[in-house]
């Protein structure tokens, strides 16, 4: 973890897409950094905006159709700002990615190889032996057994988690300074994503690459995080280190996605289990936001008068953390922020 | 298993939120549709199908001439001024005029009576020629894809051998044994266009015979021909509603070009291929005799292949997916 | 507990021929998805089924309600021999047995309403006569997985993943079945949404006494809901056991690993845990190891591995089975040819 500037430093990010339906707000103000050697994990359900705004900061978003404002510094240099060409000389070297569907994301007509030869060449002018060279090596790096002979295997001869390491493999073919990952892990196996990780975590100690981890199971995300952002309806509802967010959740929202975890500690005797906690209601729609905190209409606290009408600011959890600089910080967006760290019951009561 | 109220030996657990324990959704409609509702696209229904092809302008002109051709054609005797085979043989070769609006042909009949009235004859044979290739096209096709292994190798193999010949080499051969006519004529176009019904169907439902939702309905123990009737039939059917379209068009083509042959629409009876035909020798002399029916084909079969293309892009999930956009 | 089971396999077999690509097509060999399993489901009890993708335990489960034809062994559901069964029969089972499945997006007719998808059961059975009381049928079945009855008439794409999943449910109920199969069924749902469908399966297996194959590759939601539970490698049972035993004392090094793998959402605690990280991947179905077929991967793997392929046996003081030799080598020697077939050991 570092203090010095970060390596991505995305601020007030906005995103809004033309819908059938009318204006979606997927993203509504999100601001963070990624420090280098540092893993950020972005968490949230289907339709938090959290997929959207990183397709956003790497202009993948089809245009006409969404409108992004905002900063995304990489290294200084606005992602938002600068043209097209620059931002495809950034796709590889600057910033790498890994989709969910490593097959979707593979060419299914060309090898492996080739696939990894062309994304080195494209941002570095070597031979193609040299490339093919490289591109074995990186195999080898990701684990895939038999790099010699998978370089020549199309995807579809691969199992899901060989291709999953293929793709993290063209993805840290050009060395990115930083590596997006958009729920690399939610199509695999445990014991393939608990490779995949292992595998992340090791690269990322060897070459200091940032790393935003974006998904939805906050297992994974105890795991691999440094720090955690909550995202719900487009908002970053809670941010801090991986400790006091799983540990001591501020946001009621939160709170309530942890507490809906079955317990792998507990066992089950014979239906005496309570019923698992459970968020009542569904997410927001992104047309039709409500006004005030975007919790509200689901939140089972709604302790303060606000709720409906103000939107909470990211603020300080109080009595945590905040001697620790900025990139330690524990916020939390929300008028009922449970202080310092009732959740953590779940702790002491073992 | 101990009755289920029994609260378990050993310790309890403690519950980790405060958070209530409902487990009901609210009702749908209040406020809470999900983001995924709103980003999914919807499916294929008619009232949302109608409203996309509204947003078409070119296939709403074809649909609306079309629509035109077929008020035409049920009208036919109460607009045509003239009867069809009114002869008269002093205004035999009269150019358009205000008492002809397309002239009269060699025997000096009104050709805008003619071509009205062909309007009946074209369309009647397109959706009776395309009735019959739809019905046992998609027939053999549902269970073709449905059940594929030997079902499918043998019907295939045949609407094969039927795709083999060039369609209107078939439709001759077909009328030469029927004899010429126009009902052996309809029967013909109706047999050259089952293999395309029966491969667009099959290929159709072999995408959505492994859909889950007819895994579930099998699982409640529904049997093959209501599996077939109320799931894969009408989840198949938009490319077939696209194909219906364009065959109509190739329909009334082929009548045009087996009556242009002689073997279709028998003389005097109007029909746009025959009228057509008819008219070829006096281009130089009376150019309106062959150019007005010729126009009443080119106008009919294209609004048909617009409509078609227009469907085809609305009935299509991955146009609405489009539209929605941002997730890909 | 009571040992009244109310549905069996005994060396149930689900084998699909890999055809060549010659001109006819000749059966070249043979993916082996469920290969030999003997398994009992209680009356009334939860039986946990979990494995990684790939490993049958979906044929299993398709296999034991014939939506998937077993190709050997035997399926028994309340004493009377499915694999047997005429249309009429078969039929019957369909009523007594049911199968929520796991993408509610995609186990829905789009072009039908809720209604209508609820009412299907009603209609092919015939268990309610007339329109009304069959619209009453389906509103009682709505309000019981706790939707509102108002909403019968609507398609399923205006509604949320979590509300299809329970209009899923409510037409795998509408036969009344003794049994589901709950397929992956709530894998495709958000987690908040996840402990909704948990808790009302739970609620519901309370009230209707049913007996559930709970289908999952999440191991936290198996041990939640399941009082026994059966891990399956490669087409086999590999470990069965009462929920705390084999989630909690694994016997078998395979559900070891996979129980290591499953993460926990609490940082302190996955910073200080051994993770057990299996090497390579699974092996093709298709060509299945001899012997133990864990054992290309297994880290104890020792001399009779290749040579026995093991038995389900007593393991572990918690009362579980194991198909494992470190519990002593007991089960069915290699025959030599397929000895001499199999793949080699990797290094």
Same mark, same amino acid.
């Given at each position: 973890?570092?203090?010095?500037?970060?390596?991505?430093?995305?601020?007030?990010?906005?995103?809004?897409?033309?819908?059938?339906?009318?204006? %979606?707000?997927?993203?509504?103000?999100?601001?963070?950094?990624?420090?280098?050697?540092?893993?950020?994990?972005?968490?949230?359900?289907?339709?938090?905006?959290?997929?959207?705004?990183?397709?956003?900061?790497?202009?993948?978003?089809?245009?006409?159709?969404?409108?992004?404002?905002?900063?995304?510094?990489?290294?200084?240099?606005?992602?938002?700002?600068?043209?097209?060409?620059?931002?495809?000389?950034?796709?590889?070297?600057?910033?790498?990615?890994?989709?969910?569907?490593?097959?979707?994301?593979?060419?299914?007509?060309?090898?492996?190889?080739?696939?990894?030869?062309?994304?080195?060449?494209?941002?570095?002018?070597?031979?193609?032996?040299?490339?093919?060279?490289? %591109?074995?090596?990186?195999?080898?790096?990701?684990?895939?057994?038999?790099?010699?002979?998978?370089?020549?295997?199309?995807?579809?001869?691969?199992?899901?988690?060989?291709?999953?390491?293929?793709?993290?493999?063209?993805?840290?073919?050009?060395?990115?300074?930083?590596?997006?990952?958009?729920? %690399?892990?939610?199509?695999?196996?445990?014991?393939?994503?608990?490779?995949?990780?292992?595998?992340?975590?090791?690269?990322?100690?060897?070459?200091?690459?940032?790393?935003?981890?974006?998904?939805?199971?906050?297992?994974?995300?105890?795991?691999?995080?440094?720090?955690?952002?909550?995202?719900?309806?487009?908002?970053?509802?809670?941010?801090?280190?991986?400790?006091?967010?799983?540990?001591?959740?501020?946001?009621?929202?939160?709170?309530?996605?942890?507490?809906?975890?079955?317990?792998?500690?507990?066992?089950?005797?014979?239906?005496?289990?309570?019923?698992?906690?459970?968020?009542?209601?569904?997410?927001?729609?992104?047309?039709?936001?409500?006004?005030?905190?975007?919790?509200?209409?689901?939140?089972?606290?709604?302790?303060?008068?606000?709720?409906?009408?103000?939107?909470?600011?990211?603020?300080?959890?109080?009595?945590?953390?905040?001697?620790?600089?900025?990139?330690?910080?524990?916020?939390?967006?929300?008028?009922? %922020?449970?202080?310092?760290?009732?959740?953590?019951?779940?702790?002491?009561?073992? | 298993? /101990?009755?289920?109220?029994?609260?378990?030996?050993?310790?309890?657990?403690?519950?980790?939120?405060?958070?209530?324990?409902?487990?009901?959704?609210?009702?749908?409609?209040?406020?809470?549709?999900?983001?995924?509702? /709103?980003?999914?696209?919807?499916?294929?229904?008619?009232?949302?199908?109608?409203?996309?092809?509204?947003?078409?302008?070119?296939?709403?002109?074809?649909?609306?001439?079309?629509?035109?051709?077929?008020?035409?054609?049920?009208?036919?005797?109460?607009?045509?001024?003239?009867?069809?085979?009114?002869?008269?043989?002093?205004?035999?070769?009269?150019?358009?005029?205000?008492?002809?609006?397309?002239?009269?042909?060699?025997?000096?009949?009104?050709?805008?009576?003619?071509?009205?009235?062909?309007?009946?004859?074209?369309?009647?044979?397109?959706?009776?020629?395309?009735?019959?290739?739809?019905?046992?096209?998609?027939?053999?096709?549902?269970?073709?894809?449905?059940?594929?292994?030997?079902?499918?190798?043998?019907?295939?193999?045949?609407?094969?051998?039927?795709?083999?010949?060039?369609?209107?080499?078939?439709?001759?051969?077909?009328?030469?044994?029927?004899?010429?006519?126009?009902?052996?004529?309809?029967?013909?176009?109706?047999?050259?266009?089952?293999?395309?019904?029966?491969?667009?169907?099959?290929?159709?439902?072999?995408?959505?015979?492994?859909?889950?939702?007819?895994?579930?309905?099998?699982?409640?123990?529904?049997?093959?021909?209501?599996?077939?009737?109320?799931?894969?039939?009408?989840?198949?059917?938009?490319?077939?509603?696209?194909?219906?379209?364009?065959?109509?068009?190739?329909?009334?083509?082929?009548?045009?070009?087996?009556?242009?042959?002689?073997?279709? /629409?028998?003389?005097?009876?109007?029909?746009?291929?025959?009228?057509?035909?008819?008219?070829?020798?006096?281009?130089?002399?009376?150019?309106?005799?062959?150019?007005?029916?010729?126009?009443?084909?080119?106008?009919?079969?294209?609004?048909?292949?617009?409509?078609?293309?227009?469907?085809?892009?609305?009935?299509?999930?991955?146009?609405?997916?489009?539209?929605?956009?941002?997730?890909? | 507990?009571?040992?009244?089971?109310?549905?069996?396999?005994?060396?149930?077999?689900?084998?699909?021929?890999?055809?060549?690509?010659?001109?006819?097509?000749?059966?070249?060999?043979?993916?082996?998805?469920?290969?030999?399993?003997?398994?009992?489901?209680?009356?009334?009890?939860?039986?946990?089924?979990?494995?990684?993708?790939?490993?049958?335990?979906?044929?299993?489960?398709?296999?034991?309600?014939?939506?998937?034809?077993?190709?050997?062994?035997?399926?028994?559901?309340?004493?009377?021999?499915?694999?047997?069964?005429?249309?009429?029969?078969?039929?019957?089972?369909?009523?007594?047995?049911?199968?929520?499945?796991?993408?509610?997006?995609?186990?829905?007719?789009?072009?039908?309403?809720?209604?209508?998808?609820?009412?299907?059961?009603?209609?092919?059975?015939?268990?309610?006569?007339?329109?009304?009381?069959?619209?009453?049928?389906?509103?009682?079945?709505?309000?019981?997985?706790?939707?509102?009855?108002?909403?019968?008439?609507?398609?399923?794409?205006?509604?949320?993943?979590?509300?299809?999943?329970?209009?899923?449910?409510?037409?795998?109920?509408?036969?009344?079945?003794?049994?589901?199969?709950?397929?992956?069924?709530?894998?495709?749902?958000?987690?908040?949404?996840?402990?909704?469908?948990?808790?009302?399966?739970?609620?519901?297996?309370?009230?209707?006494?049913?007996?559930?194959?709970?289908?999952?590759?999440?191991?936290?939601?198996?041990?939640?809901?399941?009082?026994?539970?059966?891990?399956?490698?490669?087409?086999?049972?590999?470990?069965?056991?009462?929920?705390?035993?084999?989630?909690?004392?694994?016997?078998?090094?395979?559900?070891?690993?996979?129980?290591?793998?499953?993460?926990?959402?609490?940082?302190?605690?996955?910073?200080?845990?051994?993770?057990?990280?299996?090497?390579?991947?699974?092996?093709?179905?298709?060509?299945?190891?001899?012997?133990?077929?864990?054992?290309?991967?297994?880290?104890?793997?020792?001399?009779?591995?290749?040579?026995?392929?093991?038995?389900?046996?007593?393991?572990?003081?918690?009362?579980?089975?194991?198909?494992?030799?470190?519990?002593?080598?007991?089960?069915?020697?290699?025959?030599?040819?397929?000895?001499?077939?199999?793949?080699?050991?990797?290094?």
């Amino acid at each position: 973890m570092t203090v010095t500037a970060p390596l991505l430093e995305v601020e007030d990010l906005h995103v809004r897409l033309r819908t059938p339906r009318g204006t %979606a707000s997927v993203v509504n103000g999100l601001s963070y950094t990624v420090g280098a050697g540092e893993t950020v994990a972005v968490v949230g359900e289907s339709g938090s905006g959290k997929s959207v705004s990183v397709l956003a900061l790497l202009g993948l978003l089809p245009a006409g159709v969404a409108t992004v404002t905002g900063r995304a510094l990489l290294d200084g240099e606005d992602l938002l700002a600068m043209p097209a060409d620059r931002l495809r000389q950034l796709r590889g070297p600057g910033v790498g990615m890994v989709f969910q569907d490593p097959m979707t994301s593979l060419n299914p007509v060309l090898t492996v190889g080739r696939q990894l030869v062309e994304g080195i060449r494209a941002h570095v002018d070597v031979p193609k032996a040299v490339a093919r060279r490289r %591109a074995v090596e990186l195999l080898g790096e990701v684990g895939l057994p038999g790099p010699e002979k998978a370089v020549d295997r199309y995807p579809h001869e691969l199992s899901g988690g060989m291709r999953q390491r293929v793709m993290i493999a063209i993805a840290l073919s050009n060395s990115p300074a930083l590596l997006i990952a958009d729920e %690399a892990t939610t199509a695999l196996d445990v014991t393939v994503q608990a490779q995949i990780i292992d595998l992340v975590q090791r690269l990322q100690a060897d070459h200091g690459t940032g790393v935003v981890w974006i998904t939805h199971d906050l297992g994974v995300v105890a795991g691999i995080a440094d720090r955690v952002l909550v995202m719900y309806g487009g908002r970053c509802v809670e941010d801090g280190t991986v400790d006091d967010v799983l540990e001591r959740p501020a946001h009621p929202y939160t709170r309530g996605l942890l507490g809906a975890l079955p317990d792998l500690a507990v066992a089950r005797a014979d239906g005496g289990l309570p019923d698992l906690a459970t968020v009542p209601g569904t997410p927001p729609a992104p047309t039709d936001l409500p006004a005030g905190c975007v919790f509200w209409p689901r939140c089972p606290v709604r302790a303060d008068p606000r709720c409906e009408t103000e939107q909470p600011p990211l603020a300080h959890v109080r009595g945590q953390s905040r001697d620790f600089g900025p990139s330690l910080a524990h916020r939390a967006a929300t008028w009922c %922020a449970e202080d310092g760290g009732a959740p953590g019951t779940t702790e002491e009561d073992r | 298993m /101990t009755t289920p109220a029994d609260p378990g030996p050993g310790r309890t657990v403690p519950s980790t939120q405060p958070a209530p324990q409902t487990v009901t959704d609210r009702p749908p409609g209040a406020g809470s549709d999900t983001a995924a509702g /709103t980003l999914r696209p919807a499916r294929p229904r008619w009232r949302e199908t109608l409203g996309l092809l509204a947003r078409n302008p070119t296939a709403l002109i074809a649909a609306l001439v079309v629509l035109g051709m077929i008020v035409v054609a049920l009208l036919d005797e109460q607009l045509a001024p003239e009867g069809p085979n009114e002869i008269d043989v002093g205004a035999r070769l009269q150019p358009p005029s205000p008492d002809h609006p397309f002239g009269t042909d060699d025997l000096g009949r009104d050709v805008f009576s003619r071509v009205i009235l062909g309007a009946a004859v074209s369309l009647r044979v397109g959706l009776i020629a395309v009735s019959i290739s739809l019905v046992v096209g998609t027939l053999i096709g549902l269970l073709a894809g449905f059940y594929g292994k030997w079902v499918d190798d043998v019907l295939m193999r045949l609407m094969d051998m039927l795709f083999a010949f060039p369609a209107v080499l078939l439709a001759i051969s077909i009328v030469a044994i029927l004899g010429p006519g126009l009902t052996n004529t309809t029967i013909a176009i109706g047999i050259v266009y089952i293999p395309i019904f029966a491969r667009v169907t099959r290929s159709s439902v072999l995408g959505v015979r492994e859909e889950v939702y007819v895994r579930a309905a099998r699982s409640v123990g529904s049997s093959d021909v209501r599996l077939l009737a109320r799931h894969v039939l009408p989840n198949a059917a938009p490319p077939i509603i696209v194909q219906t379209s364009v065959s109509l068009a190739f329909a009334v083509l082929s009548e045009a070009a087996l009556s242009f042959l002689g073997l279709g /629409t028998q003389p005097p009876d109007p029909s746009w291929g025959l009228m057509l035909s008819e008219g070829r020798g006096y281009i130089e002399l009376a150019w309106w005799i062959a150019v007005f029916p010729g126009l009443a084909i080119f106008l009919l079969v294209l609004s048909f292949n617009l409509l078609g293309d227009g469907l085809r892009d609305v009935l299509d999930p991955r146009q609405r997916t489009a539209m929605s956009g941002g997730r890909q | 507990m009571s040992d009244d089971v109310l549905v069996s396999a005994r060396g149930l077999q689900v084998h699909f021929p890999v055809r060549g690509s010659g001109l006819l097509r000749r059966t070249t060999g043979a993916v082996r998805a469920v290969d030999g399993v003997d398994l009992d489901i209680r009356r009334g009890e939860t039986l946990g089924l979990v494995g990684e993708s790939g490993c049958g335990k979906s044929t299993l489960g398709n296999a034991l309600l014939r939506l998937v034809e077993p190709t050997g062994g035997s399926v028994t559901f309340d004493g009377t021999d499915v694999t047997g069964l005429s249309a009429r029969g078969l039929r019957d089972l369909r009523r007594r047995a049911g199968m929520v499945f796991q993408d509610p997006f995609a186990s829905l007719d789009p072009r039908r309403t809720v209604a209508q998808t609820v009412a299907e059961p009603l209609e092919v059975h015939g268990l309610r006569s007339g329109k009304r009381e069959r619209a009453a049928r389906v509103g009682e079945l709505l309000e019981l997985v706790g939707l509102d009855p108002a909403v019968a008439g609507r398609y399923p794409h205006e509604f949320s993943g979590g509300q299809r999943q329970r209009v899923g449910i409510a037409r795998a109920l509408a036969g009344e079945p003794d049994f589901l199969v709950c397929d992956e069924a709530i894998a495709s749902l958000d987690v908040s949404v996840q402990a909704q469908v948990l808790n009302l399966l739970r609620r519901l297996q309370r009230r209707l006494g049913l007996t559930y194959l709970f289908i999952s590759h999440d191991l936290s939601a198996v041990r939640y809901l399941s009082d026994r539970i059966a891990v399956m490698y490669l087409g086999r049972v590999v470990e069965v056991g009462p929920a705390a035993a084999v989630g909690g004392d694994p016997q078998m090094p395979y559900t070891q690993a996979l129980l290591s793998a499953v993460p926990l959402a609490k940082p302190a605690e996955e910073r200080a845990r051994e993770r057990i990280v299996l090497t390579g991947d699974v092996p093709s179905p298709a060509a299945v190891p001899s012997g133990c077929r864990f054992r290309t991967r297994c880290p104890y793997v020792f001399e009779p591995c290749d040579r026995v392929d093991p038995a389900l046996q007593p393991a572990g003081a918690a009362g579980q089975v194991a198909a494992c030799h470190l519990h002593g080598v007991v089960g069915t020697p290699v025959a030599q040819e397929q000895d001499a077939a199999a793949p080699s050991r990797r290094p």
